[in-house]
């Protein structure tokens, strides 16, 4: 399916949905703006974008989801969904944050307050009224108060702030959804493999058949590896190096899980190799006199007196697990063989009798007289890399940090308004608290009864 079909489908089922609401809860026409401000257009989005994400990890390296035209697409829609939302709602929230507090507005929350909501005080009204605007202010800092000749009211608050988690959150996502457009857009994932002593200037991009040049090189120094007893891999490290115009720009060694940055663009260990060019050091007897030649693989030289060239085909470190092996093509006027010359052939023909009879191929001494035999193979290893540059990955963390910030203030604040009506009843001072709250009920239950505890002079009860 081409991206164009992909989108085209998925804004289909979109639209679906946010019809759906539309006609069977609201009753209302879809318009552009209804249609932004969906809630379950969001949800709906989530869900496709959560589903894209389980695909993408499923999905051939070769298919790249997350770069993909309506992957981007979905992600755009809900950065225009999550902004629609805010400027409906922004208003609202901002009235309910300047809103000054009325001290004697919600006269009708006093009416009804149960009883451990309401005390008595054998101090005067002006003197209770003092102790309660200083514990208010103490408390909430600014406080609201309207005296009257008979009652006294006062209010504060705290937590407006509150009201603006939500858009947090909403302006965490939108930098989250910019930071991984600017990394799909302007980054890039590679790999490159580099023999020993070699340098390389581009890396090959990961899914696609084609080279991402670099605006430097890097240079592979040494690769070694520490080893286990029974013969795997316990460790291994490249010793690199990074030039620009001559210039050394970093030099280190890169290990596994780390990685090396370099100018914007990070370098993982990934693997290693044999490079396919080690080099062999074979002795050749049974002429006048010994030749030892060092070789690698295409080398050719000749056997004095016999007439005949030799031809390097192969060098092996480790030939079926029977050690480093060399194998040969000698030519000559009468006759022409190719064999292979094992460093250990001596163990391997004692541990397997008949073996040269069995397998021609395995005798170095197949050209007769003369028997080839390997001293040593040196291999040269190559290192592979792994190379990524994702400019939008601060932009997501500074992104996720907004929305952390945002979730603290949604689940663990709310908006809260103390109310206290001050009067004389029955000969005393008659002191009566309550109060509102966006969220969180309980807590404000307990905030209430805390502050009258501190009124009458009690220890908190902490309920």
Same mark, same amino acid.
């Given at each position: 399916?081409?991206?164009?079909?992909?989108?085209?489908?998925?804004?289909?089922?979109?639209?679906?949905?946010?019809?759906?609401?539309?006609?069977?809860?609201?009753?209302?026409?879809?318009?552009?703006?209804?249609?932004?401000?969906?809630?379950?257009?969001?949800?709906?989005?989530?869900?496709?974008?959560?589903?894209?994400?389980?695909?993408?990890?499923?999905?051939?390296?070769?298919?790249?989801?997350?770069?993909?035209?309506?992957?981007?697409?979905?992600?755009?829609?809900?950065?225009?969904?999550?902004?629609?939302?805010?400027?409906?709602?922004?208003?609202?929230?901002?009235?309910?944050?300047?809103?000054?507090?009325?001290?004697?507005?919600?006269?009708?929350?006093?009416?009804?307050?149960?009883?451990?909501?309401?005390?008595?005080?054998?101090?005067?009204?002006?003197?209770? $009224?003092?102790?309660? @605007?200083?514990? !208010? =202010?103490? &408390?909430? #800092?600014?406080?609201?108060?309207?005296?009257?000749?008979? +009652?006294?009211?006062?209010?504060?608050?705290?937590?407006?702030?509150?009201?603006?988690?939500?858009?947090?959150?909403?302006?965490?996502?939108?930098?989250?959804?910019?930071?991984?457009?600017?990394?799909?857009?302007?980054?890039?994932?590679?790999?490159?493999?580099?023999?020993?002593?070699?340098?390389?200037?581009?890396?090959?991009?990961?899914?696609?058949?084609?080279?991402?040049?670099?605006?430097?090189?890097?240079?592979?120094?040494?690769?070694?590896?520490?080893?286990?007893?029974?013969?795997?891999?316990?460790?291994?490290?490249?010793?690199?190096?990074?030039?620009?115009?001559?210039?050394?720009?970093?030099?280190?060694?890169?290990?596994?899980?780390?990685?090396?940055?370099?100018?914007?663009?990070?370098?993982?260990?990934?693997?290693?190799?044999? $490079?396919?060019?080690? @080099?062999?050091? !074979? =002795?050749? &007897?049974? #002429?006048?006199?010994?030749?030892?030649?060092?070789?690698? +693989?295409?080398?050719?030289?000749?056997?004095?007196?016999?007439?005949?060239?030799?031809?390097?085909?192969?060098?092996?470190?480790?030939?079926?697990?029977?050690?480093?092996?060399?194998?040969?093509?000698?030519?000559?006027?009468?006759?022409?063989?190719?064999?292979?010359?094992?460093?250990?052939?001596?163990?391997?023909?004692?541990?397997?009798?008949?073996?040269?009879?069995?397998?021609?191929?395995?005798?170095?001494?197949?050209?007769?007289?003369?028997?080839?035999?390997?001293?040593?193979?040196?291999?040269?290893?190559?290192?592979?890399?792994?190379?990524?540059?994702?400019?939008?990955?601060?932009?997501?963390?500074?992104?996720?940090?907004?929305?952390?910030?945002?979730?603290?203030?949604?689940?663990?604040?709310?908006?809260?308004?103390?109310?206290?009506?001050?009067?004389?009843?029955?000969?005393?001072?008659?002191?009566?608290?309550?109060?509102?709250?966006?969220?969180?009920?309980?807590?404000?239950?307990?905030?209430?009864?805390?502050?009258?505890?501190?009124?009458?002079?009690?220890?908190?009860?902490?309920?």
């Amino acid at each position: 399916m081409s991206c164009t079909g992909g989108a085209a489908i998925i804004f289909g089922v979109v639209s679906v949905l946010a019809n759906k609401e539309n006609t069977q809860e609201k009753k209302k026409p879809v318009t552009v703006q209804s249609f932004f401000t969906s809630v379950r257009l969001t949800i709906s989005l989530l869900i496709l974008i959560a589903a894209a994400a389980a695909l993408g990890t499923f999905v051939p390296p070769s298919v790249d989801v997350y770069h993909s035209f309506w992957f981007l697409a979905l992600l755009g829609l809900l950065s225009l969904n999550l902004i629609a939302c805010s400027l409906e709602r922004f208003p609202v929230s901002w009235r309910r944050f300047s809103e000054k507090t009325d001290p004697d507005r919600p006269r009708s929350f006093f009416d009804l307050l149960p009883a451990d909501q309401v005390f008595f005080s054998r101090d005067e009204k002006v003197s209770e $009224a003092a102790k309660v @605007e200083d514990l !208010l =202010r103490k &408390r909430y #800092g600014r406080v609201q108060k309207k005296q009257m000749a008979e +009652v006294a009211f006062f209010s504060a608050e705290k937590g407006a702030f509150s009201h603006f988690g939500v858009y947090a959150v909403h302006l965490g996502v939108l930098v989250i959804i910019a930071g991984a457009m600017t990394g799909a857009l302007f980054g890039f994932k590679g790999y490159v493999n580099i023999a020993e002593g070699d340098t390389a200037g581009a890396v090959l991009l990961k899914g696609e058949k084609q080279l991402k040049n670099l605006d430097f090189a890097v240079r592979l120094d040494r690769f070694t590896m520490d080893f286990y007893e029974n013969g795997m891999p316990k460790t291994y490290r490249s010793d690199l190096t990074f030039m620009k115009e001559g210039r050394v720009l970093y030099q280190g060694p890169l290990l596994v899980n780390h990685p090396i940055d370099v100018e914007g663009i990070r370098f993982y260990q990934s693997g290693y190799g044999s $490079a396919g060019d080690g @080099e062999a050091s !074979l =002795r050749v &007897r049974g #002429g006048k006199k010994d030749v030892l030649k060092k070789v690698r +693989v295409g080398d050719r030289f000749e056997i004095p007196g016999a007439k005949a060239d030799v031809r390097v085909l192969r060098v092996e470190e480790d030939l079926m697990g029977m050690g480093p092996a060399v194998k040969v093509h000698v030519r000559s006027a009468k006759r022409d063989v190719q064999f292979w010359a094992f460093h250990n052939i001596r163990e391997i023909e004692t541990q397997n009798p008949g073996l040269f009879e069995k397998v021609p191929q395995f005798n170095p001494g197949l050209f007769a007289p003369y028997v080839f035999e390997l001293q040593g193979v040196t291999v040269r290893y190559y290192s592979g890399l792994q190379v990524t540059r994702d400019p939008g990955a601060p932009v997501v963390a500074a992104g996720a940090f907004f929305m952390m910030a945002g979730f603290m203030v949604v689940f663990f604040s709310a908006h809260r308004r103390i109310y206290v009506r001050i009067n004389e009843a029955e000969g005393m001072t008659r002191v009566a608290v309550t109060g509102s709250t966006s969220g969180n009920k309980p807590g404000l239950e307990r905030e209430v009864r805390r502050f009258i505890d501190e009124c009458r002079g009690k220890e908190p009860s902490g309920r």
